[in-house]
Nanobody
Framework: QVQLVESGGGLVQAGGSLRLSCAASGSILSINGMRWYRQAPGTERELVAAISSGGRTSYADSLKGRFTISRDNAENTVYLQMNNLKPEDTNVYYC???????????????WGQGTQVTVSS
């Protein structure tokens, strides 16, 4: 019964900021990599940022410097700080995580339902 729930999306003016959160819950033994993706209608899902269990980060080249990924291992949560937002950042943003459940030796990749980010003007 592992699930990921995103929050923090909404409507913002160009140049503004949002902070997305994604919390994992359930019978979790450990979480390895965590990531943020985004997808607009008619497009393929795009990797935005990733963070390892040790805190190493990577970003899409076009977003580096505006977006920052971080995680709180004690809370099983990954964040995406988005600054200087542009209309082209309008997307549904999804998190995923590689999770080992209690009682399991296998890692599975879980996805959240997504949160809408809309940047106006």
């Amino acid at each position: 019964q592992v699930q990921l729930v995103e929050s923090g999306g909404g409507l913002v003016q160009a140049g503004g900021s949002l902070r997305l959160s994604c919390a994992a819950s359930g019978s979790i033994l450990s979480i390895n990599g965590m990531r943020w993706y985004r997808q607009a209608p008619g497009t393929e899902r795009e990797l935005v940022a990733a963070i390892s269990s040790g805190g190493r980060t990577s970003y899409a080249d076009s977003l580096k410097g505006r977006f920052t990924i971080s995680r709180d291992n004690a809370e099983n949560t990954v964040y995406l700080q988005m600054n200087n937002l542009k209309p082209e950042d309008t997307n549904v943003y999804y998190c995923n995580a590689d999770i080992v459940k209690l009682g399991s030796t296998s890692t599975f990749r879980y996805w959240g339902q997504g949160t809408q980010v809309t940047v106006s003007s």
